[in-house]
């Protein structure tokens, strides 16, 4: 049973910093896609950043430059650190786990988009104060 669980949510004024973790179970760590995605009251859900499972990593253009993704995969772990936090960035962080295929406009394949995932975790919040 797959299991995704985040921690590392928390309240923090705006320029602020957090690291999000998300421990996986039941997967072999190293052969999905694992992606961070965000959902504010109101909005759909969006890709935030991920790994593919060839190693390859993407962000949304809204948080190029201030997040940073990452895993440790002895530890089953992935994380995103958080820097330079705007207003807008506050939503619940999801982690979520699924094929992880690379960009391919052919095929459709768009790894930040919700349906390449399969497994989700329950999330965690982040508000960011201004």
């Known amino acids: 049973q797959v299991q995704l669980v985040e921690s590392g949510g928390g309240l923090v004024q705006a320029g602020g910093s957090l690291r999000l973790s998300c421990t996986a179970s039941g997967l072999s760590f190293n052969r999905y896609g694992m992606g961070w995605f965000r959902q504010a009251p109101g909005k759909e859900r969006e890709g935030v950043s991920c790994?593919?499972?060839?190693?390859?990593?993407y962000y949304a253009d809204s948080v190029k430059g201030r997040f940073t993704i990452s895993r440790d995969v002895a530890k089953n772990t992935l994380y995103l650190q958080m820097n330079s936090l705007k207003p807008e960035d506050t939503a619940m962080y999801y982690c979520?786990?699924?094929?992880?295929?690379?960009?391919?406009?052919?095929?459709?394949?768009?790894?930040?988009?919700?349906?390449?995932?399969?497994?989700w975790g329950q999330g965690t919040q982040v508000t960011v104060s201004d």
């Open positions: 979520a786990a699924g094929l992880g295929n690379d960009y391919n406009e052919y095929f459709g394949l768009r790894p930040l988009e919700p349906y390449e995932y399969n497994y």
């Open positions: 790994f593919t499972w060839t190693g390859n990593t």
